[in-house]
């Protein structure tokens, strides 16, 4: 059996059973093995756009630092305000950002073309969002960088809240304000890895359709986060919110 059919094997076992698997007895070579996971993975559970509009999340470090992508199961997105509680959730990490949603269909040859002008024209619309960040591996969020790619980049869950037209902000002014059941609300402001959501566009859309498929009209993209990774609790109410775009707000 190769790394990949392993990996999968163990991220489908943990998924089913709740048990988190090893990263270590799985290592992996690269980037490419770690998205081929994630495709294995996708593939055997199902339910992630088939063909139509899907969605996804990408983001990096810094603008210097290499991308990451993951395509996201449809079934674990919601719309807000969300109720979590009978989710299967251990770690209840939460990260607060903006989703972007793609206007057009966008082919191989024009994601090839895009610069971030061009990237921000397909773009048709905006919305607060809530990442919910949870781990398959035994490592939690200290696995390896390319065991965490695997792992949908420790993916748990998507919760969108009202979509309004998209439109270029002055994103270093931009407000994030995250309240996590009776603790102090942490705000940010211009704390966007990249200064700029749609800046993850171009890199995403390459690699969304490298393999000749189409990103779909409605496809949607959450970008990274604005707070970094926080802790929530069964039984919190979490609320982010963006002013001048929206909130979004799960009960756990």
């Keep these: 059996m190769s790394a ?41 559970l199902g339910g992630f756009g088939d063909g139509g509009p899907a969605h996804w999340k990408s983001g990096g470090a810094s603008r210097e630092s290499v991308q ?31 989703a972007l949603r793609i206007g057009r269909d966008v082919d191989a040859a024009t994601a090839l073309g895009l610069d971030l002008d061009g990237a921000r024209l397909l773009v048709d619309a905006m919305c ?27 993916h748990g869950g998507l919760v969108l809240g009202e979509w309004i037209p998209f439109s270029t902000c002055d994103w270093s002014q931009q407000l994030c304000r995250v309240t996590i059941g009776d603790r102090p609300t942490v705000e940010r402001r211009g704390s966007h890895a990249m200064a700029d959501p749609a800046f993850v566009l171009p890199a995403w859309l390459r690699h969304a359709t490298r393999s000749g498929a189409r990103v779909r009209q ?20 979490v609320i982010a ?10 009960q756990l």
Excluded: N
Excluded at 4 to 22: D, F, K, M, N, Q
Excluded at 128 to 154: F, Y
Excluded at 221 to 237: F, I, Q
């Design 218 to 237: 409605g496809t949607v993209v959450t970008t990274g986060t604005w707070c970094g990774v926080l802790h929530a609790a069964a039984g919190d109410l």
């Design 128 to 154: 607060a969002a809530i990442e919910l960040v949870e781990s398959r591996w035994t490592e939690g969020l200290a696995a390896p960088p390319l065991a965490k790619l695997a792992d949908m980049q420790s």
């Design 4 to 44: 990949v059919e392993a990996a999968i094997r163990a991220l489908l076992e943990a998924r089913e059973t709740g048990r988190p698997a090893s990263a270590g007895d799985v290592p992996l070579a690269d980037a490419e093995a770690a998205y081929a996971v994630q495709d294995g993975v996708a593939a055997a």
């Design 241 to 250: 919110e963006f002013p001048g775009i929206g909130r979004a707000s799960i």
């Design 68 to 98: 990451t992508h993951a395509l996201l199961p449809s079934r674990g997105v919601h719309a807000s305000p969300a109720d979590g509680r009978g989710w299967p959730l251990v770690m209840r990490g939460i990260e607060a950002e903006v």
